[in-house]
């Protein structure tokens, strides 16, 4: 830290900001605490720019969360730590107050050692984002980040990607990265600036853009597994709006050689752009060295899941039922594929609408499976809805929904589908569909 620090507290009650001030002689390297009011603040902060800005909010005060939105709106303090004084506030306000940029929050009533650590925790917090400021400045210098966006530039796109998957490696860390362009939807009016910035709303702090090509970005999620990938893929899209969307590819880091994985996330990302707002999993399309790799960390399910797969597959020829010939590798590789299908997609979109489905109503009956053949189902009374998924042990799933009242159907719609493109978007859509039916045909009984 530097050998003086400039602390201001803003707060309403004169009998905090004198507790606060006590507490904070006792910190070593401390020049001055400055004092203010909610509404003084502003004109306080003109002029100079403290080490720490410590705010109280008491009954969710909306002018204390507002002066910590208009405070880091401000180039001069994006990088100031904000400790947020809690008297009496709620969740969401504490949330909204993270949201805005604040980098730690403290309850009252205050204790002496916990308000140095926090403080203390800021300081070093200040002085690094200072040295990250700087060395950013001459990244942007040298052409490695993009100045108006911030984000890694096209020139330095295998270097940025190959060093972060090394650290990734190194350290025995989860990773996802996808590959993300706009759909043919996209407005052609709207830059790729614009496109960079709805990711950046839509991914953490210490998540990285990198440009592939004009409208191809590279998303490095750190501490990340393929269900992470998903809700940032939905994020990315529903802030997107209704007007457009995004395809991807995605690929979880794990043992794969740089090669493979870039050339999987193309030929994933290729095959995203044939559908609207598809995330295609990029493993998908490994060679089968890799594949063996990837296969070899799958869980307990997994291998289960596995060996039914191979008693299908044992069971049907070589070729399907257009004719289609595939040699034993080919079938293999699809069907190792198949079960992350239902690792990533399939069981965790159940399991999703279980819970939905249980805080709903109590008295639903839920059931769930999943396999070659997978199967969803909840009913109430003598109405059924039902989800199935049946896998051609090849590369096609059948997909049925139907709803079915007193035994008469009420709804029945089934498809074949290449399985690649039911990502957990698509999945859930199709889920939530079905329930939506489900739920207005009891309302209509009822």
């Known amino acids: 830290m530097s050998d003086a620090n400039t602390v201001v507290i803003v707060s309403d009650k004169e009998e905090l900001v004198n507790q606060i001030s006590q507490k904070l002689v006792l910190l070593r390297n401390l020049d001055k605490i400055k004092s203010c009011s909610i509404d003084e603040a502003q004109n306080l902060l003109e002029g100079f720019s403290p080490n720490v800005c410590i705010i109280h909010c008491e009954h969710n005060n909306n002018f204390a969360l507002n002066l910590i939105k208009k405070i880091k709106k401000q180039e001069i303090f994006k990088n100031l730590p904000i400790l947020l004084i809690n008297e009496n506030c709620s969740r969401e306000v504490i949330i909204d107050a993270f949201d805005s940029g604040i980098s730690d929050v403290l309850f009252m009533p205050i204790i002496d050692y916990e308000l140095l650590i926090r403080v203390i925790w800021c300081l070093g917090k200040n002085e690094l984002n200072l040295k990250n400021e700087a060395r950013e400045n001459i990244l942007v210098d040298l052409g490695v980040i993009q100045s108006e966006t911030g984000v890694y530039t096209q020139k330095y796109c295998e270097e940025i990607l190959k060093n972060e998957i090394s650290q990734t490696k190194k350290y025995s860390q989860r990773a996802c990265i996808l590959l993300i362009s706009p759909d043919k939807k996209y407005p052609a009016y709207k830059s790729p ?6 990711i950046q709303k839509s991914i953490r702090i210490n998540d990285l853009i990198v440009i592939k090509d004009v ?28 007007d457009c969307g995004a395809n991807a590819g995605v690929v979880e880091v794990m043992e794969q050689e740089f090669k493979d994985i870039t050339e999987a996330l193309d030929d994933a990302l290729q095959k995203a752009n044939e559908n609207t707002n598809s995330l295609i999993v990029a493993s998908d399309f490994y060679s089968e060295q890799t594949e063996n790799v990837s296969i070899a960390s799958s869980d307990e399910y997994l291998e289960k899941q596995q060996n039914k797969i191979n008693e299908q597959e044992n069971q049907k020829k070589t070729q399907n039922h257009s004719g289609k010939k595939y040699d034993k590798n080919s079938l293999k590789l699809f069907n190792q594929a198949y079960l992350r299908k239902l690792k990533v997609v399939v069981n965790p ?6 819970d939905i489905l249980k805080i709903k109503k109590q008295d639903f009956a839920i059931n769930f499976y999943t396999g070659t053949k997978s199967f969803f189902s909840v009913s ?21 929904l139907s709803i079915t009242d007193n035994d008469q159907k009420r709804l029945y719609e089934t498809e074949t589908v290449d399985f690649t493109i039911l990502d957990y978007r698509k999945v859930s859509l199709m889920m939530n569909e079905l329930i939506d039916k489900f739920i207005l045909i009891l309302k209509d009984k009822s």
């Open 193 to 198: 600036k614009e496109f960079i910035e709805v």
């Open 349 to 354: 979109v159940f399991k999703k609408y279980e």
């Open 380 to 400: 109430s009374g003598d109405v059924n809805a039902s989800f199935a998924l049946e896998y051609d042990c090849v590369e096609n799933v059948c997909v049925r």
């Open 215 to 242: 409208d191809k970005f590279y998303v490095y999620l750190q501490k990340t597994k393929l269900n992470g990938a998903y809700s940032v893929f939905e994020r990315i899209n529903n802030n997107l709006g209704i």
